[in-house]
């Protein structure tokens, strides 16, 4: 309120938003996590218990801060989080962070279950090593501006979230072409689709319903193919992107992208 003393200055501090992943979310805002039962920190859906929490529906009512402020949903909190005594938004300046919920999130899981998920959604040995053969054979095709170069499936459990965003983004809908099912593809690329629009400042301002739209469509078909017992809180999440990028602009301007690049630091 009075402003931070920094010397002979007095700095003034206007938060722009609250950045975490989802664990530590729930932790500053003192509320039910991603596993319980009201875990969803943007809208009222009652989750449903699948073996893991999944959360299927894609138009539950959304939450406000109004709504959090109230604490409306009593089975969402667990407390009094300190940080509704400084007038943030608790709901629209906490938004959600697109590196865990999609790249380490949705893309992993997606890449996990074709190639050792379910016998329903896991891909044939052979596609697994042509999509591997594909992802190396661009290694000379990718310039500097990329902090690594595209390796096999079988080191998926050492990818690093860039990785994860560069197989969404640029090489995933090359390497998988021809190789997956159409159904599967066509998902893939309405993930593909709603998250290049997401991260465009120019696009995401301009097409944020139409990106929601195709996101709930790779939600409901993502459903579909890979049974509701995956709609866990990440597949679940990406209904909510479209509204953080309309107060925000592009999802990199509220990713932990740029903070991971300090940790060693």
Known sequence: MNGLHF???????????????????????????????????????EGVWKGKMTFPETCAPLRTDASFLSMADEDHHKGVSPLSYISIGMVSQIPLDYMHLVCLGVVKRLLLLWVKGPLKCRLPGRSVQQISSNLLSLKNCVPSDFARQPRSLSEIDRWKATEFRQFLLYTGPIVILDVVHPNVYENFMLLFVGLHILLNNTLSSMY??????????FVNHFCQIYGEENAVYNVHGLTHLSKDAEKYGSLDNISSFPFENFLCK
């Open 7 to 45: 010397g002979e200055k007095i700095v003034y501090i206007d938060i722009h938003s609250v950045i975490c992943d989802t664990p530590a979310r729930a932790f500053v805002k003192c509320v039910k996590s991603y596993s319980g039962y009201h875990g969803c920190d943007k809208c009222t859906q």
């Open 208 to 217: 944020s319903q139409y990106a929601h739209d195709v996101l709930v469509g």
